[in-house]
T-cell receptor
Framework: QKEVEQNSGPLSVPEGAIASLNCTYS??????FFWYRQYSGKSPELIMS????GDKEDGRFTAQLNKASQYVSLLIRDSQPSDSATYLC???????????FGKGTHLIIQP | DAGVTQSPTHLIKTRGQQVTLRCSPK?????VSWYQQALGQGPQFIFQ???????QRGNFPDRFSGHQFPNYSSELNVNALLLGDSALYLC??????????FGPGTRLLVL
């Protein structure tokens, strides 16, 4: 049984600060990792994908992966109120297996 | 470039009834995955269709079935509806790799 753990929050961060979201996973065979953002009542929207150990930056977002520790994180710099949402972590099982999602972390950016 | 579309957006059914949900994948995508998202939970993988065949299935009973058409669109059918089937049903499309793009979802309420 593949498991993905995320702190459900809510995580409250002041506007302009760095938000740090964490995720651990159980399947050592996972090779790809995805972060999705989901606004209340909406569907998940892909933010970042990461495949190799280390950091990957895209605008204000940085994904960090450590396969040895089975840990992946998402940093959001210069947090904006529009970043307030639930962030879902999903390690990829490999094509046909589908994605296994955590319950998500509810992020609140306080103006 | 058309994204993933789903219909209907909302649906109300009673226990024991049957429901059919529809999905059209993103242009150029040939694979469709279906997910169920209960309130406060992450999406759970139901199954994936590729070349009109069910390629992989998550931990869902046989009451959940699907179909993929030659134009890559897909249907999700749920028979003998239970109250616990109330959820947001998400369709995601992909091609080649694992990056999945979600449609807006169908919100099903079973009374």
């Amino acid at each position: 049984q593949k498991e993905v753990e995320q702190n459900s929050g809510p995580l409250s961060v002041p506007e302009g600060a760095i938000a740090s979201l964490n995720c651990t996973y159980s399947d050592r065979g996972s090779q790809s990792f995805f972060w999705y953002r989901q606004y209340s009542g909406k569907s998940p929207e892909l933010i970042m994908s990461i495949y190799s150990n280390g950091d990957k930056e895209d605008g204000r977002f940085t994904a960090q992966l450590n396969k040895a520790s089975q840990y992946v994180s998402l940093l959001i710099r210069d947090s904006q109120p529009s970043d307030s949402a639930t962030y879902l972590c999903a390690p990829g099982g490999g094509g046909a297996d589908g994605l296994t999602f955590g319950k998500g972390t509810h992020l609140i950016i306080q103006p | 470039d058309a994204g993933v579309t789903q219909s209907p957006t909302h649906l109300i059914k009673t226990r024991g009834q049957q429901v059919t949900l529809r999905c059209s994948p993103k242009s150029g995508h040939d694979t469709v995955s279906w997910y169920q998202q209960a309130l406060g939970q992450g999406p759970q993988f139901i199954f994936q269709y590729y070349e009109e065949e069910e390629r992989q299935r998550g931990n869902f009973p046989d009451r959940f079935s699907g179909h993929q058409f030659p134009n890559y669109s897909s249907e999700l059918n749920v028979n003998a509806l239970l109250l616990g089937d109330s959820a947001l049903y998400l369709c995601a499309s992909l091609t080649g790799g694992e990056t999945q793009y979600f449609g807006p979802g169908t919100r099903l309420l079973v009374l």
